[in-house]
């Protein structure tokens, strides 16, 4: 519970993150594996308690019992449907993501078949394709045979260094299969929209994973590059479009002008020691006597 | 040899600059300085049908085939496709431009409709 709102509003509120983007998707993630288990572990310890004091050793028991065909004496009604309940959710939870899962990787086959024909080898940029399109836009298609893709307008719009800056901030996602990271984020938000910390959650990781590529952009192609290549296809999408500035390209352009000073080893180690800490103390709770 | 997508895009080519629906062996006429075998026409062929971009029709000695929708479309879907900021959909790509607020991503999207 405490994971779910005061943990993750205080994580999306903080201002270190954007200092470092990396310890803070790793603890995202593990307040989103702790909270799991501990909602889950919560429900199957209740039911379980009955029969042994730690999880392995209940488990034990009620496979002895059930093997003898005869009910374990203290199991009663409302430990079944704990039981049942943390069953169904954990069903619930794995199914969804399977189903996104599958989703995804039948939407990026299609969109990757078409852009086979109708996008054309970049001969310059190994791997990359260019869609003949005005917009400018700039986008890779994640997975075991990964694409890039720029369109006319991005390259008419950018110098060959602004469109190094795009390219490593691409590939920058796909070699850290930033798709990943945000696939739990986003099925799980979709399904349970009404968990406050969700919401939160999505929006704080695909905020984070654009900052870590901005991250490795600037340190292949150098913080001009990068921010002119923000403002040249953020700016002309968004004067095409919209009277207002992107507010998302805006904060990541501030984001290079104040360049975020690198946190210490310490402040690091102590946010990846955290992510494991929040992982490990409930497994614990669960597995130990 | 040329890539699959390579002849893909040649096929295509060809069946964009006809003006009426073409047999296999149209096809290979038109790209006879590669000296294609009509088993990888007919292969080609098969494959973008299956993708959408080609339907085939039926006459009384051949298959006929035609281009489905123009290149211009095409392009527009997969534009709209990587545009798309539908929550489920948010992880098939990761743009550039990632985050944008979802009416943004909207009025974008109307420019390609």
């Known amino acids: 519970m405490l994971l779910a709102e005061p943990v993750s509003r205080a994580l999306a509120a903080a201002r270190w993150p954007a200092r470092d983007p990396t310890g803070a998707l790793l603890l995202w993630q593990a307040v989103g594996l702790a909270g799991g288990l501990a909602l889950l572990g919560a429900g199957v310890s209740f039911g379980l308690a009955p029969l042994g004091s730690s999880l392995p050793v209940a488990v034990g028991q009620l496979a002895e019992h059930l093997r003898h065909r005869d009910w374990p004496a203290g199991l009663g009604v409302w430990q079944l449907l704990a039981l049942a309940a943390s069953l169904a959710l954990a069903a619930r939870l794995l199914g969804v993501l399977g189903l996104a899962a599958i989703r995804t990787l039948r939407a990026r086959r299609r969109h990757r078949d078409l852009l086979d024909v109708l996008a054309t080898p970049w001969p310059a940029m190994a791997g990359a394709r260019v869609l003949a399109h005005p917009l400018p836009v700039a986008y890779c298609l994640p997975g075991l045979r990964s694409r890039l893709v720029v369109s006319e307008g991005t390259l008419a719009a950018l110098s060959p260094a602004e469109l190094a800056a795009v390219l490593a901030h691409e590939r920058a996602h796909l070699r850290e299969r930033h798709d990943l990271v945000v696939l739990p984020f986003v099925a799980w938000g979709a399904t349970a929209p009404w968990v406050p910390g969700m919401a939160r959650a999505q929006l704080a990781v695909a905020t984070l994973v654009e900052m870590r590529a901005d991250d490795v952009a600037r340190a292949r192609a150098g913080e001009l590059a990068l921010a002119g290549a923000l403002r040249q296809v953020g700016g002309g999408a968004a004067r095409a479009t919209l009277t207002s500035f992107s507010a998302a390209v805006s904060g990541r352009l501030d984001r290079l002008d104040h360049r975020p000073n690198r946190p210490s080893l310490a402040a690091r180690a102590a946010s990846r020691l955290a992510a494991l800490a929040l992982v490990a103390v409930p497994t614990a709770a669960l597995l130990l006597p | ?113």
């Open chain 2, 1 to 113: 040899m040329a890539g699959l997508g390579e002849l893909e895009r040649a096929v295509m080519d060809v069946l964009w600059a006809a003006s009426e629906p073409c047999t296999a062996r149209d096809v290979q006429d038109a790209l006879a300085q590669r000296e294609l075998a009509t088993t990888t026409v007919l292969t080609v062929l098969g494959r973008l049908e299956r993708k959408g971009l080609v339907s085939r029709t039926r006459d009384s000695r051949a298959h006929r085939y035609q281009a489905a929708g123009t290149r211009e479309d095409h392009i527009a879907t997969l534009m709209r496709d990587a545009l798309d900021g539908a929550p489920d959909r948010g992880a098939v790509m990761v743009r550039f431009l990632g985050g944008m607020p979802p009416e943004e991503q909207a009025a974008l999207r109307d420019l390609l409709r």
